[in-house]
């Protein structure tokens, strides 16, 4: 099992930037892939970025290319988010996933571990 918390969420204004920490403990942390979603108001689950355990490849959903990063600190056992040039479409929770069972990194139901969310305000 794995242990995730995510800090760094926020209320901001339309363009500002922020940047999502996720801590992980409770196994190796070096081999795991890791992957950001969110949960708007009254929307699915969707899937932001993930990164390869080595953090050597990284995806992105369409919607966020080109603003947000996703980063592995394999030292300090945390993947970031850093998300720039945020939109009020871009307000939800976001979560941190660990532990993936497939090949499939967008499908939330490939990861096994989830934390508890961090809310993320853009107002316009």
């Known amino acids: 099992q794995v242990q995730l918390v995510e800090s760094g969420g926020g209320l901001v204004q339309d363009g500002d930037s922020l940047r999502l920490a996720c801590a992980a403990s409770g196994r190796n942390f070096s081999n795991s892939a890791m992957a950001w979603f969110r949960q708007g108001p009254g929307k699915e689950r969707e899937f932001v970025s993930g990164?390869?355990?080595?953090?050597?490849?990284?995806n992105y959903a369409e919607v966020v290319k080109g603003r947000f990063t996703i980063s592995k600190d394999n030292n300090k056992n945390t993947v970031y988010l850093q998300m720039n040039s945020l939109k009020p479409e871009d307000t939800a929770v976001y979560y941190c996933?660990?532990?993936?069972?497939?090949?499939?990194?967008?499908?939330?139901?490939?990861?096994?571990?989830w934390g508890q969310g961090t809310q993320v305000t853009v107002s316009s």
């Open positions: 996933a660990g532990i993936l069972k497939g090949i499939n990194y967008s499908d939330y139901k490939t990861w096994g571990s």
């Open positions: 990164i390869s355990r080595t953090g050597g490849t990284k």
